[in-house]
């Protein structure tokens, strides 16, 4: 009887604790909403009151399986985010971490393996009053071939503390810092005269890591090669080249427009724009 007395104890304490946390896990995520190989979910940052409210996306994956950035590459979709439904939500702005380059045989893929948090910036209508976050995704993910997912999550978002706010705090520092091209020493060129012209990029390297490079046209019409390394670079340089390809229909190739490159170096990813004549 001792022994069965000791354990119903110790099951009864352990219903205690889950009783406990429950109300705190669910102020600071939502469920999980699950697709056939990944699943999404709201989490809240540790938030201020007066201030815009921190939340985030989280995505995870199977292992192995990769979802993608704003510009997907070669192949892929973007995510598609809709705050629409929400309560009390003025604007809901989504920041991209740094992404990473997949090559395969069907080409190259730019996003996020196994699992990512998209930041989430709130502003509230009323500031005063709760914000009830109501989110509906479709985006895609990809091990040898892509399968479409979507999902929807529910959560409140207010101020206090927060257990996910170190994962969410590790996300929005890998935010590309938007900066000056001339702070990277950020260059780019046309190097001829052919009716898809070849662009070179020299940009300033700190040797502290290989060196991925990312580049966008002005909108999101624009679908241009990654820039892949090139010879020839001085000493604390590095040099990059692409194809101007994938522009929109109409859009001359040797027109004057602004280019936007999100590198990433070790621990740092920035974002800058650089205007080409």
């Not at 069907?106 to 209508?125: D, E, L, Q, R």
């Not at 390809?245 to 650089?274: C, H, N």
Request: charged share 20%.
């Amino acid at each position: 009887m001792k022994f069965d007395r000791r354990h119903a104890a110790l099951a009864t304490a352990a219903l205690l604790v889950s009783l406990h946390d429950a109300p705190a896990l669910a102020e600071n995520a939502s469920a999980w909403s699950q697709d056939a190989k990944s699943a999404v979910r709201l989490i809240a940052g540790a938030n201020k009151s007066g201030v815009p409210l921190r939340a985030g996306i989280e995505i995870k994956m199977q292992p192995g399986w990769h979802t993608y950035w704003r510009y997907p590459g070669d192949s892929g979709v973007p995510p598609r985010f809709d705050f629409s439904g929400s309560d009390n939500v003025k604007s809901a702005a989504v920041s991209f971490p740094a992404p990473s380059l997949f090559s395969d045989e069907s080409g190259n893929s730019v996003g996020y393996k196994n699992g990512v948090i998209f930041p989430v910036s709130i502003v509230p209508k009323d500031p005063t009053k709760p914000v009830n976050a109501r989110l509906k995704i479709e985006y895609a993910v990809c091990e040898k071939l892509c399968v479409p997912a979507e999902g929807k999550a529910e959560l409140t978002v207010g101020p206090g503390p927060s257990t996910e706010d170190k994962a969410l705090a590790e996300a929005e520092a890998r935010v590309p810092k938007k900066i000056a091209a001339g702070e990277i020493g950020l260059t780019a060129r046309r190097v001829n005269d052919a009716a898809k012209p070849l662009v070179a990029v020299d940009l300033v390297a700190r040797d502290k890591g290989p060196i991925e490079i990312f580049v966008e046209g002005p909108t999101a019409e624009w679908a241009l090669p990654i820039p892949k390394p090139a010879p020839g670079a001085p000493a604390g340089h590095q040099h990059f080249s692409f194809v101007l390809d994938g522009l929109p229909p109409g859009v001359d190739p040797k027109g004057s427009f602004d280019l936007t490159f999100t590198v990433v170096e070790g621990g740092r990813a920035v974002e800058a724009t650089a205007h080409l004549d």
